[in-house]
């Protein structure tokens, strides 16, 4: 059900990988050596299915060097020359390639979007066309909604599971469905688990491939640039050159508040600017995929439920290079450390989940008394419930999964399973249908 399945290439005619190959992400453009993604398999089978598939994503996320594996051919419009043919004629610029054609960096010239409907209203043959950007296609009024013939695929930084190289192969469960076993021995123990350092050391590094994949130390200085760009030069053509400066202290704040609920209000007034001017900066944020709001869980059977959005930056890595921190400063302050960790946790799933195309709806759990909160409900079709806590300490007992039995209670058959997600080393049952599971479960 969760299982990421790898087709044969020649099927469809995108070249296929070994699973054992490997990328670095400092080679030139062109390289033979890969990372395989989580995407991939989503990617070929949609590419099988759909005359053309738009990838979404953070900036330096990864998402070209994965679209060039499955294209026959690649067109930068982020290069001027490349950009003035597609903007002065682009039907003729996009015929005659080889197909599936790669269209990086789409939003430099949003008219391809209407070359590429024209195009797949002549001649809907699947995996013609690959689109990949850094903005959502909603923030562009010339936006194509390709309703029926394009499907968007979100991709984010790397997760552990990728860097690692584990479970990527054909016949290897997600980790929902390892869940779902409700058998916390289907988790293999490393030989050496991570302990609560090493979680924080992998969430400041965070996925992003500039810093992830580097060995260099200057890759600190690197995400700070990475941070500072995206805040001044990828925002300024939405928000205007002023407006930067109140844009980074907004992000700033954002960031020390990532996987909390606290009121908008609290947000903008620490930041200094009105509430209109933070529903315009939230919406771009998420538009560039740096902070996402994750919606309160609802249900019929629970009318005491709180409706405040849960918010997140997308990455580990940036919310503590906004705020300067470290695994020292991160670990000796236990606000920030459960935060911290949150957000890394988030980010393992957000791409596990965006990878394996299940209609999945992510959301969080509190009560109006604040007495029941369950950090992650993931709702699958047929109304069936995980739910995850996520807590920095390695001696799970019942207590700590309270709020977990609670709505396991309330929601009976659709509670599938449960865990306390944990910075320990072990995995073991601590009641019906909820486990304790190390944080290293997520890609083991």
Do not use: C
Not at 9 to 28: H, L, R
Not at 278 to 300: H, R, T
């Amino acid at each position: 059900m969760f299982q990421n399945s790898i087709e044969d290439g020649s099927k469809t005619g995108i070249p296929s990988y070994s699973a054992d190959t490997v990328f670095d992400m400092a080679q030139p453009a062109g390289t033979t050596r890969y990372r395989p993604r989580l995407v991939d398999a989503r990617l070929r089978e949609l590419l099988g299915a759909v005359p053309a598939v738009l990838i979404n994503g953070p900036r330096a996320a990864g998402k070209t060097t994965t679209a060039r594996q499955h294209a026959a051919s690649e067109v930068r419009l982020d290069q001027p020359i490349q950009a003035a043919a597609f903007r002065a004629d682009p039907d003729a610029a996009l015929s005659g390639r080889p197909e599936p054609v790669l269209l990086d960096e789409w939003q430099e010239v949003p008219a391809v979007l209407g070359a590429v409907k024209r195009a797949v209203d002549d001649d809907p043959r699947p995996g013609r066309f690959i689109l990949t950007g850094s903005v959502r296609a909603e923030l562009e009024q010339d936006a194509w909604p390709g309703t029926g013939r394009l499907v968007r695929l979100q991709m984010y930084g790397f997760t552990q599971r990728e860097l690692l190289a584990t479970g990527l192969l054909p016949d290897q469960p997600g980790f929902l469905e390892r869940v779902g076993r409700l058998d916390p021995a289907v988790f293999a123990r490393p030989a050496a688990p991570p302990n609560l350092r090493d979680y924080i050391d992998m969430a400041v590094r965070g996925g992003l491939p500039l810093v992830a994949l580097s060995t260099s130390p200057a890759a600190p200085a690197l995400l700070d640039d990475y941070v500072d760009q995206l805040l001044t030069r990828d925002s300024s053509t939405f928000i205007g050159d002023r407006d930067t400066v109140r844009l980074s202290r907004y992000f700033e704040v954002l960031a020390a508040s990532s996987a909390g609920i606290p009121e908008h209000k609290t947000l903008y007034d620490a930041a200094g600017i009105d509430r209109r001017t933070a529903l315009a900066y939230d919406a771009l944020l998420e538009s560039l995929f740096v902070v996402e709001s994750v919606p309160a869980w609802s249900d019929n059977r629970l009318q005491t439920l709180t409706h405040t959005a849960k918010r997140y930056v997308v990455d580990s890595s940036l919310m503590t290079a906004a705020l300067g921190a470290t695994t020292e400063t991160i670990i000796d302050d236990g606000n920030l450390l459960g935060r911290t960790l949150d957000t890394f946790v988030a980010a393992q799933l957000r791409s596990e989940l965006a990878a394996v195309g299940t209609r999945a709806r992510v959301s969080h759990l509190r009560t109006k008394n604040g007495r029941e909160e369950v950090d992650i409900v993931i709702e699958l079709p047929g109304r069936r419930v995980f739910a995850f806590e996520v807590k920095a300490g390695g001696a799970i007992g019942t207590n700590d999964a309270k709020h977990l039995y609670w709505l396991r209670d309330q929601l009976g058959d659709r509670f599938v399973a449960g865990a306390v997600l944990h910075t320990g080393p072990d995995a073991y049952q601590i009641g019906d249908r909820v486990m304790a599971l190390p944080v290293w479960t997520l890609w083991a």
